[in-house]
């Protein structure tokens, strides 16, 4: 069974800086691309980034302006979103998802709040 | 850039009823591309179609996609309890790869 289990949401000040963690299993994690995905209060999903299966290829939504980092470690399974320079407007929850041009497993989700 | 919008944004109907989703692009894409999420309150997105028309695994037959080019839909045949939550159309672009999502459409019980 395919498990994505996502941690290091928390409340940050304006300006700081968030790693996510988003832990795999249940599936062969080198042969699948992964993203990031979030979700403010009471609005839509939004698609913030995407990394290859191999990690040679990462992408962001143009938004982020280059504040996130995505990457993942083989070793543990584990994909990771480094989020800097944070703004009160990227407040919301934030979900791994697995897959390439659609995702077919999602976490249960972290909550990221930046307010001082 | 291409745009995704889904009408309409509230519908309301009866558990037995069908539902008529519309997803619509701001220019013709490829089929292949578009997946259908189901999002129920205090849950995680799901996975329901992709390809506009293939169901993902454990959906029941109850929904189907359709469509092409910029007009995709999502029906929901008989609409059990369960249902009534909130659906994405979400669009794979590859070059470079970019995945975008409609605003959604809530599906509650009237």
């Known amino acids: 069974e395919v498990q994505l289990v996502e941690s290091g949401g928390g409340l940050v000040q304006p300006g700081g800086s968030l790693r996510l963690s988003c832990a795999a299993s249940?599936?062969?994690?080198?042969?699948?691309?992964m993203s990031w995905v979030r979700q403010a209060p009471g609005k839509g999903l939004e698609w913030v980034s995407a990394?290859?299966?191999?990690?040679?290829?990462?992408h962001y939504a143009e938004s982020l302006k280059g504040r996130f980092t995505i990457s993942r470690d083989y070793s543990k399974n584990t994909l990771y979103l480094q989020m800097n320079s944070l703004r009160a407007e990227d407040t919301a929850v934030y979900y791994c998802?697995?897959?390439?041009?659609?995702?077919?497993?999602w976490g249960q989700g972290t909550l990221v709040t930046v307010s001082s | 850039e291409i745009v995704l919008t889904q009408s309409p944004g509230t519908l309301s109907l009866s558990p037995g009823e069908r539902a008529t989703l519309s997803c619509r692009a701001s220019?013709?894409?490829?089929?292949?591309?578009l997946a259908w999420y189901q999002q129920r309150p205090g849950q995680a997105p799901r996975l329901l179609i992709s390809?506009?028309?293939s169901r993902a695994t454990g959906i029941p037959d109850r929904f189907s996609g359709s469509g092409s080019g910029t007009d995709f839909t999502l029906t929901i045949s008989g609409l059990e309890p369960e249902d009534f939550a909130v659906y994405y159309c979400?669009?794979?672009?590859?070059?470079?790869?970019?995945?975008?999502f409609g605003q959604g459409t809530k599906l509650e019980i009237k």
């Open positions: 390809d506009a028309s």
């Open positions: 990394i290859s299966g191999s990690g040679g290829g990462t």
């Open positions: 979400q669009l794979y672009g590859s070059s470079p790869p970019r995945y975008t």
């Open positions: 249940g599936f062969t994690f080198s042969n699948f691309a």
């Open positions: 220019q013709s894409v490829s089929s292949s591309y």
């Open positions: 998802a697995k897959g390439g041009s659609h995702f077919d497993n």
